[in-house]
Nanobody, 118 residues
Framework: VTLVESGGGSVQAGDSLTLSCAAS????????MAWFRRPPGKEREVVAQ????????SYSESVKGRFTISRDNAKSMGYLQMNNLKPEDTAVYYC????????????WGQGTQVTVSS
């Protein structure tokens, strides 16, 4: 599975962005998906996850209520809607798919930069 993110950019605090993740190679419907981010100088952290069917999303506390993860299996697409962005949301955002029993993901995108200025 190849994953390609898009939709990043530079915005002001309070703005919204939607990240997209396009999957190819295998049907996305078989895989859990997630969005991770790596803030400058920090380790990568999970932002949101969603089951293959899309009916059980979960979020980190830092984004809960502001971000929404979704997917369209028919289009092999994943999304991360980000509202009320804050400077601390500045990071490289990664799409991931295919979670093993240890919670690690097999497939990763190359990342897209999101920069939020105050």
């Amino acid at each position: 599975v190849t994953l390609v993110e898009s939709g990043g950019g530079s915005v002001q605090a309070g703005d919204s962005l939607t990240l997209s993740c396009a999957a190819s190679g295998r049907p996305l419907s078989s895989y859990s998906m997630a969005w991770f981010r790596r803030p400058p100088g920090k380790e990568r952290e999970v932002v949101a996850q969603i089951t293959p069917s899309g009916d059980t999303p979960s979020y980190s506390e830092s984004v809960k209520g502001r971000f929404t993860i979704s997917r369209d299996n028919a289009k092999s697409m994943g999304y991360l809607q980000m509202n009320n962005l804050k400077p601390e949301d500045t990071a490289v955002y990664y799409c991931a798919a295919g979670m093993d029993r240890n919670g690690d993901f097999y497939y990763w995108g190359q990342g897209t930069q999101v920069t939020v200025s105050s």
